[in-house]
């Protein structure tokens, strides 16, 4: 019985996805809980990002902590509650270049 919950604690595990725009933050952020059910291949959600952030999205988390980690391991992997944290953007992003040639920058608003 040790072992087999030794193996069991040893599959769980704490794990983030990232994914950066590379947009400036305007600070503000939103967290939703969703879960997902056998293993991962019921309960995708879809989330109206235009709606969370109508100035466009900087980072988007996605997270499973050491809570949902035990209860994901309590049933097998049958719920696995997951955390995402959407941060907002904000402001405006310039991309600068340089005219090899004159050697003035020139600025575009993104």
Known sequence: MTLLLMGLLGTTGCYKNTVVTGKPS?????????????????GSPT????????????????QVDI??????????GIVMPV????????GQQVDLTADADSGLWTAEVL
């Open 26 to 42: 305007n600070g503000e952020s939103q967290s939703k809980r969703h879960r997902f059910l056998l293993w991962g291949l019921m």
């Open 47 to 62: 989330y109206d990002l235009q709606k969370m952030c109508p100035t466009g999205v900087s980072r988007i988390e996605e």
């Open 67 to 76: 809570a949902g980690s035990l209860v994901g391991c309590v049933t097998c």
């Open 83 to 90: 955390k995402m944290t959407v941060t907002c953007a904000g």
